[in-house]
C-alpha cells in the first residue's frame, strides 16, 4: 500500500524549525524576509508498505501521531488526525493574513542517497506491523509552507536552493497554493511515482531478470532467462534453442573487449554484426548472443547519402540476415534487445554492437595440476579505511607472527600499512618472481576496495600449506581478522581467479614493469580519466553492457538534434550518457574534442571513448593511439579491418559520460529571454570544464543551458552557427559582443537570480569567464563585433 | 548487601550507559547493558523483566537519531517489540527511571498519562547546563529525603508542554497527586514526573553525570570535597536502599 504522510506542529503551536529559517533568510536577503509573513515546516515521508490498509493506517497512528502538539495530514486514511478539514488548509487558516497566498517547497531526499530518517521510519513502521517485507520503502522529505503575497517563483527558488535543499543528495519543486488545498498528492499513483525506481517505465522485457528493485546477488533464474530469449526470438522459423543451462556463463555484466587480445582467453566479446564477421565468429564454436544493440545518431552530421556509404537499410537487412544465419547454424537462442530508430533526417543510420558468450567450456579453468602451490597468501589486520593503528592490536599480531615463524608456519611477510595491495605485491618481487593466483571468491568487494587505495594496518602473510589449519587457529584464538585470498604459484602468471576461472591474467613480467602503463592497473579496469571523482553516484558499476546503453528513455531524451541516449541506472537516478556518431575521413581531434566537450556542456563526466570502424582505414588506428595519449582517455578499438572496403570509410564513435543525475542534464538552447550569457573557456585542463561536468561546485544546476563551441572555433561563422542553434527551439533571440576570437569552450546562459552565487563560485574555484550578452525575446542574434559595429541576423534565416 | 540486578537499555544514539552502569555498580546493584537487539535475542519479555531485573534505566542522547521526536521511535520498541508495560513492571515492584529522551520515551508510552509531551523550544541550544532543580511532595522513590540539588542538563532546547484543551484538568491532576516530583528552582517549571507508584521517574536533569564532586564545573573551587560523591548519586542510592527495604 503507497501512502503520503504529512506531520506537523498544530496550529495553536509555534514552528520554532521553521522559524530559524525564515531568521537565516533574514540575515543573508532581508527584503525577501520581509516577503515571507508565515513560514511552517511539515515532515513529510512516503511510504510503501506490503500489508493490509488497516494495518497500515494502525502503524501510522502509532508512529507519526503525537496527539498534544502535532496533526498529520494522510489524505484520507485519517483525517481526524488533523484539524477540521483534515488537510493542510487547517493550518493555512492560523496564519495571520487570511485568506493569503500560499506558497510549498517540497524537498526529497533521491533514491539511493543514504537517508537516515527513512530507515528509522521503516523501522518504525515495521516494528508496528510486526513483519518486515522486502518491498517496504519509505523516502523522506520536508515541505515548506509560506505564506506571502509578494512571494515570486525566483524567491521560492532561492529559498529553495539556497536555504532549504541541498541539491547534491535532495531534490526539490514547488507546489501552488491549489495543489496544497487539494489532495490529489496523497493519491497513491502520486506516492508510487516518488518511490518508482527510475527505469521501472522504460525498461525492457528481457531485463526482467535484472529487474530494479531486486538485489543484485540473488540467484539468476535461469528457466526465466531461457523463456525470455525464446519469447525474443527474431524469427519463429529458427530452430529450438538450446537449453539455458549451467554449463553456459550467462555473463549479466559485459564489458567491452578489445580484439587485440587473444580470442580464445575471453569469454565475450563485442562487435559489429557485419556479415563478414558474424560468419568469422561463427566459425569459433558454440556461442550466443546476449544483447544486440542499435544506438544510432539521429542526426548524422557526416552523412554522405546512400551514394557515397552503404545504405543504412543495406546495413540493417545485413544484420538481421546474419543474426538468422547465425542462430539456423549454430542452433543459438537470439535475443534482439533493441534497435533505436531515428527518423528525424528521414536517413536513418544504423551501426550495430552486440555480445556474445562462449560456451564455458571454451573457458581457462584452472586445473589442480596446474596450480604450483608455494605459499598461502593470507591478509592480516585490518583492511577498512580509518581504522586507528591500535598498539595492543600490533603487539598482538607481532607475538603470532613470531609464533608463526617458530612454527615454521609463516614463509614470508609484507608490510601492507599505509600501501595499497597493489603496491604489495609490487615491493615484494622475490616472493612473486614466479607468478600468484588471487582468489576473489566472496571477497571482491574488500579487494577492490583495497587494491589501490591504502590498507589502514596489516601484512600480508606467505603461509606453508601444511601448517595453514594450524596458524588459522592460532589467529582464531587470538582473535585477529584475517582473510585467506590467494597462493604463490610457478605458472609466470598473475592471475585473478573467480569460480575456478581466470577472470583476467597478466604475465609477471608485464607486473612487474616498471612503466605506469603496466597491464597490473588495469586488472580492475577502474577509469582512467578523469582520476578525481568526488561526484562519483554512490553505487555506480564500472563495467556495464551494451543492454544498459541500448534503452533509450523518450523522457530524457535531451535535444532535438542531439545523438544521445540517456541511461538512468537500474537503482537510481545517475547514469550513463552515450553520444555517438559517424565520422568520416576527416576524424581528427577536434572532432574527438568537440564530441568530449558536448558531453560535458551537458553535465556528463566522461569515462571513456569507444571506436567501432565500421570500415577502417589501417592509419586511423595510430590517430586513436594519440588521442589515447592526448586526452588520456582509454579509446577501445573494437575492431580492426585492414583491409579497406569501397565506399565505407567510417569510424562509429561512442562518447560514454557518466550523469549523477539525468534528470539535469543540461540542454543547448537557451531558456529564457534575459539570461545572461558567459563564454567559459573549454579546453580540458580548465577549471571550467571540471566544474562543467560536476566534479567541482554546486552550482551547475543553476545553468539554464550550455553550448559546447568546436575548438577550431576561429571562425566566427561556426560560433553564430552554434548559438542561433541554440536559440532556435524557444524562437529566442541574443545580443553578445563578440569582440575577439573565441577558441573550443562554452557558451552558457544563466539566470539574473542566480548568478551571484555561480559568479562567486567561478571566482572561487578560478573558472575564467566572460559576461558576453544576454538573451533576448526577439529571434534577432544581435553582434557586436571588434570594429564595435552591429551585425543583425534573423535566426529563422541563417538556419 | 544482596545484588539486586538493573537493566541499562541502550539504544542507536543513546549516552551515558557506561555512567548508570558506574552509579548503580557502586550502590551495590548488578548493572547490565543490553541494547535493543540483545533484549529481543534474549526474548526479555515483561515476564522475564519482572523476574530477573529490579531496575530498568532507560538513557538519555538522541535514539534512533531523534525521527519522529526525541525516543518515540525506542517507545515504539518497548512496546511493540519487547512487549513491556511498564505500569505493570512498577506494580510489580520495579523501578523506572527515565532521563532525557529516555523521560521522551516513558511520555511516548504514556506511563505518566497521555497529555503531556515534551517539544523544541526554539532555543536550539546544545550545550550542558547546570540547574538547580527542587524535589516537590514525597510520592517518588528516587527522590525521597532530598532537598535542592545541582544537575547538569542537557535538554535545554526542550519544554514540558500540555494538551492545550486540558491544560485545566492535566495540570491539576499532576499537582492533586502529586505527580510533578521535580520543579527547577528558578523558574517553577516542570523538569520530571513520577507515576502514581513512584517507582518510575522521568526527569529532564542528567544524575548520571553528577556522580562525583569533580564532575561539577567549580570543584576546585572546594577541592577539599573532591572526593565526595556527586548530588546525582544520592538518586541512586535512594533506589539501593529502596530494593534493600
Known amino acids: 500500500m503507497f501512502c503520503r504522510i504529512e506531520s506537523g506542529y498544530k496550529a495553536g503551536f509555534s514552528d520554532p524549525e521553521a522559524a530559524r529559517i525564515h531568521r537565516k533568510i533574514a540575515e543573508i536577503h532581508p527584503s525577501l524576509a520581509e516577503r515571507i509573513r508565515w513560514i511552517r515546516k511539515l515532515r513529510i515521508a512516503w511510504m510503501e508498505f506490503d500489508a493490509s490498509r488497516d494495518k497500515v493506517v494502525q502503524g501510522i497512528q502509532e508512529v507519526f501521531k503525537n496527539p498534544v502538539t502535532d496533526w498529520v495530514f494522510t489524505g484520507d486514511l485519517l483525517p481526524s488526525a488533523a484539524g477540521s478539514n483534515g488537510t493542510l488548509y487547517d493550518l493555512m487558516q492560523e496564519s495571520p493574513f487570511r485568506p493569503g497566498v500560499f506558497h510549498g517547497i517540497e524537498k526529497r531526499k533521491r533514491l539511493m542517497v543514504h537517508d537516515e530518517d527513512s530507515l528509522v521510519l521503516r523501522d518504525a513502521m515495521q516494528t508496528v506491523l510486526g513483519r518486515k517485507s522486502q518491498g517496504d520503502r519509505v523516502v523522506s522529505g520536508e515541505l515548506l509552507l509560506l505564506e506571502g503575497a509578494k512571494l515570486v517563483q525566483s524567491d521560492l527558488e532561492w529559498i529553495a536552493r539556497n536555504w532549504f535543499a541541498h541539491e547534491q543528495f535532495e531534490s526539490w519543486s514547488l507546489l501552488s497554493e491549489e495543489e496544497l488545498k487539494r489532495n490529489s498528492r496523497f493519491q497513491s499513483e502520486q506516492v508510487a511515482k516518488y518511490l518508482a525506481l527510475p527505469g521501472q517505465s522504460v525498461r525492457s522485457g528481457l531485463l526482467q ?39 553456459w556463463g550467462f555473463l549479466a555484466d559485459i564489458r567491452f573487449s578489445s580484439s587485440r587480445l587473444q580470442i580464445e582467453s575471453l569469454s565475450e566479446t563485442e562487435f559489429q554484426l557485419c556479415r563478414h564477421q558474424l560468419d568469422h565468429f561463427a566459425l569459433q564454436g558454440n556461442m550466443r548472443f546476449q544483447s544486440v544493440l542499435g544506438v544510432l545518431p539521429e542526426k548524422n552530421r557526416l552523412w554522405r547519402s546512400e551514394i557515397e556509404g552503404e ?77 586507528i ?68 594496518l596489516g601484512f600480508i602473510w606467505g603461509v606453508n600449506p601444511e601448517k595453514r589449519q594450524w596458524l588459522c587457529r592460532v589467529l582464531e584464538s587470538r582473535g585477529i581478522p584475517y582473510i585467506h585470498f590467494g597462493t604463490t604459484s610457478l605458472t609466470g602468471d598473475v592471475r585473478i581467479l573467480e569460480g575456478g576461472a581466470v577472470r583476467s591474467s597478466v604475465t609477471i613480467r608485464e607486473f612487474f614493469r616498471p612503466s605506469d602503463e603496466s597491464p597490473a592497473s588495469r586488472l580492475y579496469e577502474e577509469p582512467l580519466y578523469p582520476k578525481e571523482t568526488r561526484n562519483q553516484p554512490a553505487h555506480f558499476r564500472n563495467r556495464f553492457c551494451t543492454e544498459d546503453l541500448a534503452l533509450k528513455p523518450e523522457d530524457f531524451h535531451t535535444n532535438v538534434a542531439s545523438p544521445v541516449v540517456l541511461r538512468p541506472s537500474l537503482e537510481h537516478w545517475s547514469g550513463l550518457m552515450v553520444l555517438g556518431d559517424l565520422i568520416d575521413q576527416s576524424f581528427n581531434s577536434q572532432v574527438l574534442d568537440y564530441l568530449m566537450r558536448r558531453c560535458t556542456a551537458m553535465g556528463g563526466q566522461i569515462h571513456c571513448v569507444q571506436a567501432s570502424y565500421l570500415n577502417g582505414l589501417k592509419s586511423w588506428s595510430n590517430t586513436l593511439l594519440q588521442l589515447e595519449r592526448d586526452f588520456g582517455i582509454a579509446v577501445t578499438e573494437v575492431e580492426f ?35 545572461r550569457i558567459y563564454w567559459l ?33 576561429e571562425d566566427l561563422q561556426k560560433v553564430t552557427d552554434a548559438l542561433c542553434f541554440a536559440l532556435k527551439k524557444r524562437k529566442l533571440g541574443a545580443e553578445v559582443r563578440i569582440q575577439h576570437r573565441f577558441g573550443g569552450g562554452f557558451f552558457v546562459s544563466v539566470g539574473e537570480n542566480e548568478r551571484f552565487a555561480v559568479e562567486e563560485e567561478w571566482r572561487t574555484l578560478g573558472v575564467r569567464h566572460e559576461f558576453v550578452g544576454r538573451v533576448t525575446a526577439s529571434p534577432y542574434l544581435v553582434i557586436r563585433n571588434e570594429a564595435d559595429q552591429l551585425e543583425t541576423i534573423s535566426i529563422e534565416d541563417i538556419l | 548487601m544482596s545484588k539486586y540486578r538493573a537493566l541499562i537499555l541502550s539504544a542507536p544514539g543513546n549516552r551515558g550507559e557506561r555512567h548508570f552502569e558506574h552509579a548503580l555498580r557502586s550502590v551495590g546493584f548488578d548493572a547490565e547493558i543490553l541494547s535493543v537487539p540483545e533484549v529481543v535475542d534474549y526474548g526479555i519479555d515483561l515476564d522475564q523483566l519482572c523476574l530477573k531485573y529490579k531496575l530498568l534505566i532507560i538513557p538519555g542522547g538522541n535514539s534512533y537519531s531523534s525521527v519522529l521526536g526525541g525516543g518515540k521511535v525506542l517507545a515504539l520498541k518497548m512496546r511493540h517489540l519487547f512487549r513491556w508495560n511498564l505500569q505493570r513492571f512498577a506494580e510489580r515492584g520495579g523501578l523506572v527511571l527515565g532521563v532525557g529522551t529516555g523521560f521522551e520515551a516513558l511520555l511516548h508510552m504514556n506511563v505518566f498519562g497521555d497529555d503531556y509531551t515534551l517539544r523544541s523550544n526554539g532555543s536550539f541550544e546544545t550545550t550542558v547546563k547546570w540547574i538547580k532543580a527542587v524535589p516537590t511532595g514525597s510520592r517518588c522513590i528516587w527522590l525521597k529525603g532530598l532537598g535542592t540539588i545541582e544537575l547538569p542538563m542537557n535538554l535545554l532546547d526542550t519544554e514540558f508542554v500540555i494538551e492545550p484543551g486540558s491544560v485545566v484538568e492535566a495540570t491539576g491532576r499532576l499537582e492533586r497527586l502529586g505527580l510533578a516530583c521535580l520543579r527547577s528552582a528558578e523558574n517553577d517549571g516542570i523538569l520530571g514526573l513520577c507515576d502514581l507508584t513512584g517507582r518510575i521517574l522521568g526527569m529532564m536533569p542528567n544524575p548520571e553525570f553528577f556522580l562525583s564532586w569533580t564532575n561539577a564545573e567549580d570543584w576546585f573551587l572546594n577541592p577539599t570535597r573532591a572526593a565526595a560523591p556527586g548530588q546525582g548519586y544520592a538518586i541512586f542510592e535512594n533506589a539501593a536502599r529502596y530494593c534493600e527495604q
Not at chain 1, 396 to 401: A, F, G, N, P, W
Not at chain 1, 644 to 659: F, G, N, S, T
Open chain 1, 311 to 387: 545504405s543504412p537499410l543495406k546495413v540493417r537487412d545485413d544484420f538481421e540476415n546474419s543474426i538468422e544465419r547465425v542462430a539456423s547454424s549454430t542452433n543459438t537462442p537470439i535475443a534482439v534487445m533493441k534497435i533505436l530508430e531515428e527518423t528525424h533526417e528521414a536517413v536513418p543510420a544504423y551501426f550495430f554492437t552486440g555480445n556474445i558468450s562462449i560456451h564455458d567450456k571454451d573457458l581457462k579453468t584452472l586445473k589442480a595440476r596446474d596450480r604450483g602451490a608455494l605459499s598461502d597468501l593470507f591478509f592480516v589486520g585490518y583492511g577498512d579505511q580509518g581504522v
Open chain 1, 209 to 247: 531478470f535484472r529487474a530494479p528493485g531486486r538485489a543484485r546477488d540473488l540467484p539468476i533464474q535461469w528457466s526465466r532467462v531461457s523463456e525470455l530469449l525464446r519469447s525474443k526470438i527474431i524469427s519463429p522459423s529458427i530452430p529450438a534453442p538450446l537449453s539455458v543451462g549451467d554449463d
Open chain 1, 389 to 456: 593503528r591500535n598498539l595492543s592490536f600490533l603487539g598482538t599480531l607481532q607475538s603470532t607472527y613470531r609464533h608463526g615463524l617458530k612454527g615454521e608456519a609463516i614463509d614470508f611477510s609484507i608490510h601492507g600499512s599505509g600501501r595499497s595491495l597493489l603496491q604489495c605485491f609490487k615491493g615484494a618481487h622475490e616472493e612473486f618472481q614466479y607468478g600468484f593466483d588471487l582468489v576473489i571468491d566472496g571477497i571482491e568487494d574488500w579487494f577492490k576496495k583495497n587494491f589501490e587505495s591504502a590498507i589502514s
Open chain 1, 641 to 675: 579491418i585492414h583491409q579497406p572496403e569501397i565506399r565505407a570509410h567510417w569510424l562509429a564513435l561512442q562518447i560514454i559520460a557518466r550523469v549523477a543525475d539525468v534528470r539535469m542534464v543540461r540542454t543547448e538552447e537557451f531558456k529564457f529571454a534575459n539570461d
Open chain 1, 681 to 713: 573557456p573549454g579546453d580540458f585542463a580548465q577549471p571550467g570544464t571540471r566544474w562543467l561536468a560536476g566534479f567541482e561546485g554546486r552550482y551547475q544546476t543553476s545553468l539554464h543551458s550550455a553550448v559546447a563551441i568546436e575548438s577550431d572555433g
